[in-house]
Structure formats: structure tokens, C-alpha cells
């Protein structure tokens, strides 16, 4: 996969680290010489420009880009490159990271905006897990879709504890995706039994009500599983 970076910050700079050890090309690009850190990133390709000009996505072939990340500190630098990836150059993806959640609300399709990152939001989610053991929290939302991801951590005298996931009448629109269990991660199958102090994400669709999610959650399922 071919990524593109605008910003090559330390927020930019992480991402590509973790994108290319994951054998993806990351091309990095930033107008602030000082943000040159090559050394840092020497794995990845530099570019000294603005993403803000078209001159500047055009040099960096922006076209043949399977994802564009606008990782810069200033918002509306991040929606300009989001849009220009979108429709000048087709990107298939675009990721734009957040820095002010006063203007989340402008990070959507038409903006060009596949999937906003908001810090704030996410460590907001990360506190809200951290205490509220039992309750759904939302962990992220595909602005395109409208999708979101919900965690939720089951106590130990949850209901659904020592059911099979083919045993929970589980709501329409709402997939588990995955069960994280002390240091692994389980993908999971009819069969596996829930276990107090399980992490569980789901895939929720727009159209979906998380309250039938936290109605079933705090619920016995029937001891006859579910006709499939």
C-alpha cells in the first residue's frame, strides 16, 4: 500500500514508523524545514512542499496514492489536503487527524474526509473505558458510514458471562468483531465462551440502536441458542 503524509510531525512521524514496519511505502511530506527529520524515518520517502498546492501533489504522483493521512497541526490545512486527495486525485482513503473538536463537524464526505481522527475524542473514549466497566462506549465513528465501534467490558456478574456468543440473541445492524482477553485477541466463533472482565468491539451501523445492544448485554439469554 502507498500512503501519503502530510505533516511530518511527531504525530506524522509516528504513523509512518508503524505503517512501514508494517511493509507499506509512506512518502512524508512538510513545507517546514525544520520538520525535515529524515533520520528519524529514514525508510521513508521526503518531500519539502506544501500538500496545500496542487504542484506539490502532483511531484508527489498523489494519483497513485492508495491512502492520503492529513496529519498537519492546523485543521483547515487538513481539510485542503483531504479534499484535493479526493477529488483531484481520486484517492481511494483519506484520514484527517482533528486538532480543535470545535471543528469536527466540518470533517465529512464533503470535505473529502473518509475517516476523521480526533485525539481528544479518543482519549475521552480511553478515560470513559477506564471507569465505566459494564457500559457501551464508543470508541470511534466512520463519518462516511456512520458506522461506529463500541466497547463495552463485561463484569463479572454480567448476565451473558459463561454464554456461548451462538447463545446471545445479539440485535440487527450489530457485529462482534472481536473479544480481547487479558493480552490476546480473539476473533470469534459461535462456540466461544464469554468470560468475566472480557473486552468486547463491535461494529454498529448508523442504523442500529446501542440501547438494544446494552438491553441484551444486561439480559439471559435463553438457553436455546438462537435459530441461525
Not at 496545500?52 to 496514492?65: G, I, N, P
Not at 466540518?106 to 473514549?125: F, K, L
Not at 442500529?208 to 438491553?215: I, R, S, T, Y
Request: glycine share 4%.
Amino acid at each position: 500500500m502507498k500512503v501519503l503524509i502530510a505533516g511530518a510531525g511527531s504525530v506524522g512521524r509516528s504513523i509512518a514508523r508503524d505503517l512501514l514496519s508494517h511493509g507499506h511505502e509512506v512518502l512524508l511530506m512538510d513545507n517546514n524545514p525544520a520538520a525535515m527529520r529524515v533520520a528519524q524515518v529514514a525508510e521513508a520517502d521526503w518531500m519539502l512542499a506544501d500538500a496545500c498546492e496542487m504542484s506539490a501533489l502532483q511531484d508527489a504522483e498523489t494519483q497513485t496514492m492508495d491512502v492520503v493521512v492529513a496529519a498537519t497541526g492546523d485543521d483547515k490545512a487538513n481539510l485542503v489536503v483531504s479534499f484535493l486527495a479526493k477529488t483531484e486525485y481520486g484517492v481511494p482513503r483519506t484520514v484527517a487527524r482533528v486538532n480543535n473538536p470545535r471543528n469536527e463537524w466540518m470533517y465529512d464526505a464533503q470535505w473529502g474526509v473518509d475517516v476523521a481522527v480526533s485525539t481528544p475524542r479518543i482519549m475521552t473514549a480511553m478515560v470513559e473505558e477506564a471507569v465505566a466497566v459494564g457500559d457501551l462506549v464508543t470508541v470511534f465513528t466512520f463519518h462516511q458510514s456512520g458506522a461506529s465501534i463500541i466497547e463495552v467490558t463485561l463484569p463479572p456478574d454480567s448476565p451473558v458471562v459463561g454464554s456461548t456468543v451462538r447463545q446471545i440473541p445479539w440485535p440487527a445492524e450489530t457485529v462482534l468483531s472481536c473479544i480481547v482477553r487479558s493480552d490476546r485477541t480473539i476473533a470469534p466463533s459461535p462456540a466461544d465462551t464469554l468470560e468475566a472482565h472480557d473486552e468486547l468491539l463491535f461494529i454498529v451501523s448508523a442504523e442500529a440502536d446501542p440501547q438494544a445492544l446494552d438491553a441484551v448485554l444486561r439480559s439471559a439469554p435463553s438457553a436455546t441458542p438462537p435459530t441461525e
